[in-house]
C-alpha cells in the first residue's frame, strides 16, 4: 500500500521538470535606455519618469513624471510612452475601466455592501484582499458612494486604510519634443491593466500594444491595435505572450497565443505562435476573423516574437520532451528558433550547439539589429551575448554574476549597443555602484571599445536603470 508521505513525495518528483520549466522561463528584463532611431538621444527611464540624454551620458532633468515605457516615432523627436497616474474618485477609475468592467465592479460593491448591512463585518469579508487591484477598486467604490454609512459599519483602523486608498490608471500617450522638453499629447488609451510592450508599426500611422490581461493577472497578456492619432484601442487577441511583432508589409501581427485561459500560478500550457492580419489593404484596421497556425510551443508571457524584413520570423521558446526522468532533467536552456515560410516548413535552431553555453539559459530578453545582422541577448544576472545571424558566431560580452542585472541591454544603432557593465570588486570588497551604463561597439575587432555613459549619473538614476522599476 501506498503511504500518503510516499505518494506526496512521488508527486513532487513528478511535477519537478515541470517546475524547472516554469522557473526557466520566469522573470523580466526591462529596457530603460531607449535609443532614438537617429542615435542622437536616449529616453531614460527612471523610478520617477522620463529623462533623457546625450551620446556623452548627459542627463536632462526629469522631463515625464510617471512613465514607465517608451518607445520613439521614426522621426526621432516623438515617443509613445506608458506612464501612470493616481486616481482616488470613481469617475475617473469608471471611465479607464469601460462600461462593462465598470458595471461589474458596481455590482459586486453593491452585493458586498448588502452583506454589510445585513451584519457583516469588513474584515471577514474582505479577507484576503491585500493590495490586489480589484478589490481596491471595489473599496473606492463603497467609500464614495456610502461614505459615512461605510465609516460606521467600519473599525476605526480599517476606515483609516481605506480613506488613503487610491487606484494606479496606466495612460498610453503620444509625447513630442520641444525646446528640451517633452510634451506630452494625444491620449491614446487608459485603462487599470499595466502596459507591458509598445510595438510601432511601419509609417508610425498604428502601434501594438499589449497589456496585462487583467489588473491582477500580470502572467499573460491582451493584445490591442492603437492608431497614433485618435483615443481607443483595437482589441486583437487575450491571453498572449507580451512581446508582438509587425510583419514586413505593416499589415499583420505575429504573436504567441495560449491555449485556453490560465488555471493557477505554476500553470503549463500548450501555447501557438499565430499571425493575424490586423489592416486591409487600404491601411484601415480590419482584424481578421481567425489567425494562421505557424508553430507549437509551451506558454510563457515573456516569449518574444521579431519578423525580419525577408520574411523569417525569430522567437525563443523551451524545447521540453515528455516524458523525462528527473535525473535527466536540468540541463536545458531556452533556444533561439527561426521559421521561414517562403523557404522551409520546419523550424531552425538558430544557436549553434557549440555557441550555446555564452548564451544566458533564458533568452526572453533578445532583441536584433537594425541592419539585422546581428541579435543582441540579455540575462537576468547580467550576461550579454551578441549572435551573428549568418555564421552563428556569439561573442560573450559579459558573463552572470553575482546579483542580478535587470536593465535590458539595447542597441544605438547597427554597431554600437548600450548595457549595464559591472563593477569588479575593490580589495575585496563590493564596489559603491554595482555597474556603469556603457556604449560599446560590436564591430568585429573593435569589441573591447567603450564608453562609460553613467559617470555623472546619481547612484540612485544608476540603480534604477540596472536594477529594476518600483512601478508595480
Given at each position: ?7 506526496k513525495s512521488w508527486r513532487a518528483r513528478a511535477a519537478r521538470p515541470a517546475l524547472l520549466l516554469v522557473l526557466l522561463l520566469a522573470g523580466c528584463l526591462e ?188 502572467k499573460e497578456s491582451r493584445l490591442l491595435l492603437v492608431r497614433i492619432d485618435v483615443t481607443g484601442a483595437t482589441a486583437v487577441a487575450e491571453h498572449t505572450a ?231
Amino acid at each position: 500500500m501506498t503511504t500518503v508521505s510516499a505518494e506526496k513525495s512521488w508527486r513532487a518528483r513528478a511535477a519537478r521538470p515541470a517546475l524547472l520549466l516554469v522557473l526557466l522561463l520566469a522573470g523580466c528584463l526591462e529596457k530603460h535606455v531607449v535609443w532614438s532611431p537617429d542615435g542622437s538621444r536616449a529616453a531614460v527611464i527612471a523610478r520617477d519618469g522620463l529623462y533623457l540624454c546625450d551620446t556623452d551620458g548627459k542627463l536632462t532633468p526629469l522631463l515625464l513624471p510617471g512613465v514607465y515605457q517608451a518607445a520613439w516615432l521614426g522621426d526621432s523627436q516623438r515617443l509613445v510612452v506608458a506612464r501612470k497616474r493616481k486616481a482616488d474618485s470613481w469617475t475617473p477609475i469608471a471611465a479607464a475601466l469601460g462600461s462593462e468592467r465598470a458595471a461589474a465592479v458596481v455590482a459586486r460593491a453593491e452585493a458586498l455592501w448588502k452583506k454589510l448591512e445585513a451584519g457583516g463585518a469588513w474584515g471577514v469579508l474582505t479577507k484576503g484582499d491585500g493590495e490586489k487591484k480589484e478589490p481596491v477598486i471595489l473599496k473606492v467604490f463603497l467609500r464614495e458612494r456610502y461614505g459615512e454609512a461605510l465609516r460606521a459599519k467600519m473599525g476605526a483602523g480599517d476606515w483609516d486604510e481605506l480613506k488613503s486608498k487610491q487606484v494606479e490608471i496606466n495612460e498610453l500617450v503620444v509625447a513630442r519634443l520641444e525646446d528640451g522638453k517633452i510634451q506630452p499629447g494625444t491620449l491614446l488609451h487608459e485603462g487599470l491593466d499595466e502596459i507591458r510592450d509598445i510595438r510601432v508599426g511601419r509609417g508610425d500611422r498604428f502601434v501594438a500594444v499589449t497589456t496585462n490581461q487583467a489588473p491582477d493577472n500580470d502572467k499573460e497578456s491582451r493584445l490591442l491595435l492603437v492608431r497614433i492619432d485618435v483615443t481607443g484601442a483595437t482589441a486583437v487577441a487575450e491571453h498572449t505572450a507580451a512581446y508582438p511583432d509587425w510583419t514586413a508589409d505593416g499589415r499583420s501581427l505575429v504573436y504567441v497565443q495560449a491555449s485556453g485561459e490560465r488555471t493557477g500560478n505554476d500553470d503549463l500550457r500548450l501555447a501557438t505562435l499565430v499571425q493575424r492580419e490586423v489592416l486591409n489593404a487600404d491601411g484601415q484596421i480590419k482584424i481578421a476573423e481567425k489567425a494562421e497556425d505557424l508553430a507549437g510551443l509551451y506558454f510563457q508571457d515573456q516569449t518574444r516574437v521579431r519578423c525580419l524584413r525577408d520574411g523569417r520570423i525569430l522567437f525563443n521558446a523551451a524545447e521540453f520532451n515528455l516524458p523525462v526522468s528527473v535525473k535527466d532533467f536540468g540541463g536545458d536552456r531556452e533556444k533561439l528558433f527561426v521559421l521561414d515560410l517562403a523557404r522551409q516548413a520546419t523550424l531552425v535552431r538558430m544557436i549553434p550547439r557549440s555557441e550555446a553555453e555564452k548564451m544566458p539559459k533564458n533568452l526572453t530578453f533578445f532583441e536584433v539589429g537594425p541592419d539585422e545582422k546581428q541579435v543582441l541577448v540579455g540575462g537576468f544576472d547580467g550576461e550579454v551575448s551578441v549572435l551573428t545571424l549568418a555564421s552563428g558566431d556569439v561573442d560573450e560580452v559579459q558573463q552572470a554574476g553575482e546579483y542580478s542585472l535587470m536593465g535590458a541591454p539595447v542597441w544605438r544603432n547597427a554597431e554600437e549597443i548600450t548595457y549595464a557593465r559591472r563593477n569588479p570588486p575593490v580589495d575585496g570588497k563590493e564596489p559603491s555602484r554595482k555597474a556603469e551604463i556603457v556604449l560599446r561597439s560590436v564591430v568585429p575587432g573593435k569589441g573591447d571599445q567603450e564608453k562609460v555613459l553613467s559617470r555623472d549619473w546619481s547612484n540612485d538614476m544608476l540603480e534604477s536603470v540596472f536594477s529594476g522599476s518600483d512601478k508595480k
